[in-house]
C-alpha cells in the first residue's frame, strides 16, 4: 500500500529541486488517491524552496499564488529531455489570477503548483489566513493540513512521509483532523463539508471526536461563500455514495448552509412518499448526472428547488433541469401517449430518459403494491418514449413544417398572436403526428 510510482513530470519536478538543494515532496490528495488505488485529478508537491528560488531552478513558470508560496511549474505535456525544460536560463514567469488550474494541459504545456513549506497565520474570517509563514520543516507544513489521509507526501527517496497517521486511518477508513479538530473547524468551516464529502467519496467514517466539532461548529459555515458550498454538496451528491447527504442534516450543517436549504430534509414533506429514511433518500445507483442528483435530492420540496439551487448560486441550466426533474418525482407519470409527447416537448428526451432511470432506482428499493404499480408505469412511459423517439414524431415547435413566416403569409397578423398560434399547431401534432404537414397546419391555422 506504501509504495507510490511518481508520474514522470512530478519525478522531475522533485528531482530538479533536490539537485539545487532542496527537499520536494507530491503531498495531499494525489498521495491519498495513489495509495488506495485511485487516479488523483492533479498532483502537488510542496518543497521548502521558496517562491522566488522555485523560479530560478525552473525556466517556465507562472505565479498562480505567490503570496501564499504557490508557483505553478510548466513542463511539456509530450516526454521530457533536458532540451524541453532545463534548471538554468532565463524565468519566463507571470502573475495570474489564484484560480489558475493545475495539472490541466494548455498549449503543449501541464502545469504543478509547486508550494512553499508554510505556517498559517491567524484565521480572521474562518476561512482564509491573515498571513502565510514559510518555514523550513516539512512537518509543521503538514500539521496545518486539514485530515490525516491528506498531511502526507512522498518522493522517491524518503518514501511516504506519515507524521500524523494518516495510513492507519486509511487502512481503518476513517476521516479524522490533523491535531485539534476545533482547531482545524475554527481556522477553515468548509472543512466540515470537506469532511463529509470525503466520507461520501471514500465511503469512510468519520471519527467520532471530529464529527463531534463538526456539530459544535456548525453554525461558523455561514461564513463560507455560498459558491464554495456548492462546490462540495455536488461533489458529495456526485459521489458514489450520494446518501451521505443525510450527513449534512444530521451534523447540524444544514442549518447554516442557507435560508430554505434544511427544508429539504423533511422527506414528510413529499406527497404519498414511501421514503421514511434520508438515508435512502438518494440511492447510489441514481444516474451521475448533476442536475439528476441534485433534482432527486429535492424531490420533496419541488416548489423551493429554484430558490434553493438559486441561493447556492448554481448555475441556470442545472437549476432549471433539477427543478423540472423535483417537480416530476411529484406527478403521476402520464398515461397516453399524447401526454408523454407534451412531457417530451418541455424536457427533451435526455431529461426525460435521466428521470425515469432516476424513478426506476427509487422505485426498486421498496415493496408494495404503490411501489410495484410505479414500476409499471416507469416501464410503459419509457416503452412510448422509444416509440416516439423511433417514429420521430415532431415534438418541438422547431419541428413543425410551418413557421412564423408562414402565417404571416396567410394573413396573421405580426406579433403574440403568431406564437400562440404555433403552439396551438404544436399540441395538435403531439395529438396527431401525422397532421405535421405544412397544408395541413396551415389549414388548421384558418380555422
Same mark, same amino acid.
Given at each position: /500500500?506504501?509504495?507510490?510510482?511518481?508520474?514522470? $513530470?512530478?519525478?522531475?519536478?522533485?528531482?530538479?529541486?533536490?539537485?539545487? #538543494?532542496?527537499?520536494?515532496?507530491?503531498?495531499?490528495?494525489?498521495?491519498?488517491?495513489?495509495?488506495? #488505488?485511485?487516479?488523483?485529478?492533479?498532483?502537488?508537491?510542496?518543497?521548502?524552496?521558496?517562491?522566488?528560488?522555485?523560479?530560478?531552478?525552473?525556466?517556465?513558470?507562472?505565479?498562480?499564488?505567490?503570496?501564499?508560496?504557490?508557483?505553478?511549474?510548466? /513542463?511539456?505535456?509530450?516526454?521530457?529531455?533536458?532540451?524541453?525544460?532545463?534548471?538554468?536560463?532565463?524565468?519566463?514567469?507571470?502573475?495570474?489570477?489564484?484560480? &489558475?488550474?493545475?495539472?490541466?494541459? #494548455?498549449? %503543449?504545456?501541464?502545469?504543478?503548483?509547486?508550494?512553499?513549506?508554510?505556517?498559517?497565520?491567524? !484565521?480572521?474570517?474562518?476561512?482564509?489566513?491573515?498571513?502565510?509563514?514559510?518555514?523550513?520543516?516539512?512537518?509543521?507544513?503538514?500539521?496545518?493540513?486539514?485530515?490525516?489521509?491528506?498531511?502526507?507526501?512522498? $518522493?522517491?527517496?524518503?518514501?511516504? *512521509?506519515?507524521?500524523?497517521?494518516?495510513?492507519?486511518?486509511?487502512?481503518?477508513?476513517?476521516?479524522?483532523?490533523?491535531?485539534?479538530?476545533?482547531?482545524? @473547524?475554527?481556522?477553515?468551516?468548509?472543512? /466540515?463539508?470537506?469532511?463529509?464529502?470525503?466520507?461520501?467519496?471514500?465511503?469512510?467514517?468519520?471519527?467520532?471526536?471530529?464529527?463531534?466539532?463538526?456539530?459544535?461548529?456548525?453554525?461558523?459555515?455561514?461564513?463560507?461563500?455560498?459558491?464554495?458550498?456548492?462546490?462540495?454538496?455536488?461533489?458529495?451528491?456526485?459521489?458514489?455514495?450520494? +446518501?451521505?447527504?443525510?450527513?449534512?442534516?444530521?451534523?447540524?450543517?444544514?442549518?447554516?448552509?442557507?435560508?430554505? @436549504?434544511?427544508?429539504?430534509?423533511?422527506?414528510?414533506?413529499?406527497?404519498?412518499?414511501?421514503?421514511?429514511?434520508?438515508? &435512502?433518500?438518494?440511492?447510489?445507483?441514481?444516474?451521475?448526472?448533476?442536475?439528476?442528483?441534485?433534482?432527486?435530492?429535492?424531490?420533496?420540496?419541488?416548489? +423551493?428547488?429554484?430558490?434553493?439551487?438559486?441561493?447556492?448560486?448554481?448555475? $441556470?441550466?442545472?437549476?432549471?433541469?433539477?427543478?423540472?426533474?423535483?417537480?416530476? @418525482?411529484?406527478? +403521476?407519470?402520464?398515461?397516453?401517449?399524447?401526454?408523454?409527447?407534451?412531457?417530451?416537448?418541455?424536457? %427533451? !428526451?435526455?431529461?426525460?430518459?435521466?428521470?425515469?432511470?432516476?424513478?426506476?432506482?427509487?422505485?426498486?428499493? !421498496?415493496?408494495?403494491? +404503490?411501489?410495484?404499480?410505479?414500476?409499471?408505469?416507469?416501464?410503459?412511459?419509457?416503452?412510448? *418514449?422509444?416509440?416516439?423517439?423511433?417514429?420521430?414524431?415532431?415534438?418541438?415547435?422547431?419541428?413543425?413544417?410551418?413557421? %412564423?413566416?408562414?402565417?404571416?403569409?396567410?394573413?396573421?397578423? =405580426?406579433?403574440?398572436?403568431? %406564437?400562440?398560434?404555433?403552439?396551438?399547431?404544436?399540441?395538435?401534432?403531439? =395529438? *396527431?403526428?401525422?397532421? $405535421?404537414?405544412?397544408?395541413?397546419?396551415?389549414?388548421?391555422? =384558418?380555422?
Amino acid at each position: /500500500m506504501n509504495k507510490i510510482s511518481l508520474p514522470e $513530470n512530478v519525478r522531475y519536478i522533485i528531482g530538479h529541486l533536490e539537485e539545487a #538543494g532542496y527537499e520536494a515532496y507530491a503531498v495531499g490528495g494525489c498521495v491519498r488517491d495513489s495509495l488506495l #488505488g485511485r487516479l488523483p485529478e492533479d498532483w502537488d508537491i510542496t518543497t521548502s524552496a521558496k517562491p522566488d528560488e522555485v523560479k530560478k531552478v525552473f525556466r517556465r513558470t507562472i505565479d498562480t499564488g505567490i503570496q501564499h508560496g504557490t508557483v505553478t511549474v510548466l /513542463m511539456p505535456a509530450h516526454r521530457l529531455t533536458d532540451d524541453d525544460e532545463s534548471d538554468s536560463g532565463e524565468n519566463a514567469s507571470s502573475g495570474v489570477g489564484d484560480n &489558475q488550474s493545475t495539472n490541466k494541459t #494548455g498549449g %503543449g504545456f501541464v502545469g504543478y503548483e509547486v508550494t512553499t513549506y508554510r505556517i498559517d497565520g491567524e !484565521y480572521l474570517d474562518g476561512r482564509h489566513p491573515s498571513e502565510v509563514i514559510f518555514t523550513p520543516s516539512l512537518h509543521e507544513d503538514l500539521a496545518r493540513r486539514d485530515f490525516t489521509i491528506n498531511a502526507m507526501a512522498v $518522493n522517491d527517496k524518503t518514501g511516504v *512521509v506519515d507524521d500524523f497517521d494518516g495510513l492507519t486511518d486509511m487502512e481503518a477508513r476513517i476521516i479524522r483532523a490533523v491535531g485539534d479538530p476545533i482547531q482545524r @473547524f475554527t481556522e477553515d468551516a468548509l472543512r /466540515m463539508l470537506r469532511a463529509l464529502r470525503f466520507s461520501a467519496q471514500l465511503d469512510f467514517e468519520i471519527d467520532p471526536h471530529t464529527y463531534d466539532a463538526i456539530k459544535e461548529l456548525a453554525p461558523n459555515l455561514m461564513h463560507v461563500s455560498k459558491e464554495r458550498i456548492n462546490v462540495e454538496l455536488t461533489k458529495l451528491l456526485m459521489s458514489d455514495h450520494p +446518501e451521505y447527504i443525510a450527513l449534512v442534516s444530521d451534523s447540524g450543517l444544514s442549518s447554516y448552509i442557507s435560508e430554505h @436549504f434544511d427544508d429539504a430534509f423533511d422527506v414528510s414533506n413529499e406527497q404519498g412518499a414511501p421514503y421514511p429514511d434520508i438515508r &435512502q433518500w438518494i440511492p447510489s445507483d441514481i444516474p451521475k448526472e448533476r442536475y439528476i442528483r441534485w433534482g432527486t435530492f429535492l424531490r420533496a420540496v419541488p416548489e +423551493e428547488a429554484k430558490l434553493i439551487l438559486k441561493e447556492l448560486k448554481m448555475d $441556470n441550466d442545472t437549476i432549471n433541469k433539477a427543478r423540472i426533474i423535483a417537480g416530476l @418525482f411529484n406527478e +403521476e407519470l402520464p398515461e397516453s401517449i399524447y401526454e408523454v409527447r407534451k412531457t417530451l416537448s418541455v424536457i %427533451g !428526451y435526455d431529461t426525460y430518459y435521466a428521470f425515469l432511470a432516476a424513478d426506476e432506482c427509487l422505485s426498486l428499493q !421498496y415493496s408494495g403494491e +404503490e411501489s410495484a404499480r410505479r414500476l409499471e408505469r416507469i416501464r410503459a412511459t419509457r416503452r412510448h *418514449v422509444d416509440a416516439i423517439r423511433d417514429a420521430g414524431d415532431c415534438i418541438s415547435l422547431s419541428e413543425l413544417q410551418v413557421t %412564423g413566416k408562414d402565417l404571416m403569409d396567410i394573413g396573421i397578423p =405580426k406579433g403574440p398572436e403568431i %406564437g400562440m398560434v404555433l403552439h396551438r399547431l404544436l399540441d395538435e401534432v403531439l =395529438k *396527431v403526428p401525422s397532421r $405535421n404537414k405544412k397544408e395541413v397546419l396551415l389549414s388548421l391555422a =384558418k380555422s
